[in-house]
Each structure stands twice: as structure tokens, then as C-alpha cells.
Nanobody, 118 residues
Framework: QVQLVESGGGLVQAGGSLRLSCAAS????????MGWFRQAPGKDREFVAG????????NYADSVKGRFTISRDNAKNTVYLQMNSLKPEDTAVYYC???????????WGQGTQVTVSS
């Protein structure tokens, strides 16, 4: 069992930056591949970024490439999402999630709201 708690969301102007954090419980955090997802009002949840268990591999949605960076600190059981050059269309609830290998993401946080004003 992994429990995930996101933080760091808020209101920011377009062009600004935020860093989201996701703290995980348990002693097996370093075994999990982690991901960030987001869901805007009236839209489906979408993948934003992923990172392998060791942190050596990352991948991003095209919409955030070059602006967002995912990272993790296994010693702190935490995964981060650094978001730069934010746009109003980045407004959404952001969720972190955990999975083993390439199985479906099994554990989800409660989400943190990010609002980007124009």
C-alpha cells in the first residue's frame, strides 16, 4: 500500500512557475514508477509526466515538454513537478500516481489545484 499526498498548488499568473510535491508513505517508494496527471474542468484526466523508479528515465506529454520537469528524491519518498512558463490552459487539478513496472497506475493522491490566470 502506498499513500500519496500532493502539495504546492495555487494561483499563479501566466508565465509564472510552481513546484508541486508528492509525498509517499511506505518503505518501498523507490520500487515504484511515478507519474503526474491532470484533469481540467469538463475534460478527461491526462498524463503529464512520468519518471522511472530510479529516476533515470522520464517522459512528458507534448503539451508540457520544455516547460515542466519531473524529478524524485527516493531518500525523501517524494516526487516533484517543476512547472515553468505556465499557461492558462495548464489550469487543472494535478494528481500524482504510482505503479509497479508498466502495470496500470494503482495508487493516486487526492490532487492539488493549479490555477493560471491570464
Amino acid at each position: 500500500q502506498v499513500q500519496l499526498v500532493e502539495s504546492g498548488g495555487g494561483l499563479v499568473q501566466a508565465g509564472g512557475s510552481l513546484r508541486l510535491s508528492c509525498a509517499a508513505s511506505g518503505r518501498t517508494f523507490s520500487s515504484y514508477n511515478m507519474g503526474w496527471f491532470r484533469q481540467a474542468p469538463g475534460k478527461d484526466r491526462e498524463f503529464v509526466a512520468g519518471i522511472s523508479s530510479s529516476g533515470s528515465n522520464t517522459n512528458y506529454a507534448d503539451s508540457v515538454k520544455g516547460r515542466f520537469t519531473i524529478s524524485r528524491d527516493n531518500a525523501k519518498n517524494t516526487v516533484y513537478l517543476q512547472m515553468n512558463s505556465l499557461k492558462p490552459e495548464d489550469t487543472a487539478v494535478y494528481y500524482c500516481a504510482a505503479r509497479l513496472g508498466n502495470f496500470a497506475y494503482k495508487y493516486w493522491g487526492q490532487g492539488t489545484q493549479v490555477t493560471v490566470s491570464s
